[in-house]
């Protein structure tokens, strides 16, 4: 069964940094693209990136240029989402999910709910 | 980058209705589109791909079309289960439509 889990709620304050985390199983891990996802309360849902765990490869969104990381690890079938300095606007809803190439995103983690404020 | 535009944002409708919502891109993207159902506090679920093929386990109410920059999401009679939000999303850059909430009339 494929499955994506997601680390759990994380409440911060601005300025700190923070890596989420996202762990694939039942499937090839380091042969589908891993997408991100955020979603704003209340909003829709706006594409980040994108991570090829085989080799890293890794494209974004510019809306999400220089202003998140991912990266993974294929040796624990993880993908990651990284801050270095929070914003209170970086609230949100983060979801991971698989990319099939001819289904694109056919599978979701639960989603991480990111919290930042002073 | 491509801009998907859905409409209408909110729909009210009541069971047993037939319900179409539409997603424009701003360039085409052949086929090359996906359809989401999003329910509050849950993870988007995928129904539609590549325009108009039906995901595995999702009711045959359910039906994409379209290509180029104009496509449809159409729910046959609407089910209790179907009062979501629905977003297309394209394949070439990721970018999803802003999504249509379909509410009880």
Redesign the interface.
């Known amino acids: 069964e494929v499955q994506l889990v997601q680390s759990g709620v994380e409440v911060k304050k601005p300025g700190e940094s923070l890596k989420i985390s996202c762990k694939g199983s039942g499937f090839s891990f380091t042969t589908n693209w891993i997408g991100w996802v955020r979603q704003m309360p209340g909003k829709g849902l706006e594409w980040m990136g994108l991570i090829y765990p085989g080799d890293s490869d890794t494209r974004y969104s510019p809306s999400f240029q220089g202003q998140v990381t991912i990266s993974a690890d294929k040796s624990i079938s993880t993908v990651y989402l990284e801050w270095s300095s929070l914003k209170a606007s970086d609230t949100a809803m983060y979801y991971c999910a698989r990319q099939d190439t001819l289904k694109l995103f056919d599978y979701w983690g639960q989603g991480t709910l990111v919290s930042v404020s002073s | 980058?491509i801009q998907m535009t859905q409409s209408p944002s909110t729909l009210s409708a009541s069971v047993g209705d037939r319900v179409t919502i539409t997603c424009r891109a701003s360039q085409s993207i052949s086929s090359w589109l996906?359809w989401?159902q999003?329910k509050p506090g849950k993870?988007?679920?995928?129904l539609i791909?590549?325009a108009s093929?039906l995901?595995s386990g999702v009711p045959s109410r359910f039906s994409g079309g379209g290509s180029g920059t104009e496509f449809t999401l159409t729910i046959s009679s609407l089910q209790p289960d179907d009062f979501a939000?629905y977003?297309c999303?394209q394949?070439h850059?990721?970018?999803?439509?802003?999504?249509t909430k379909v509410e009880i009339k």
Do not use: H, N, R, V
């Open positions: 980058d996906a989401y999003q993870a988007p679920k995928l791909y590549k093929s995901e939000t977003y999303q394949y850059s990721w970018t999803f439509g802003q999504g």
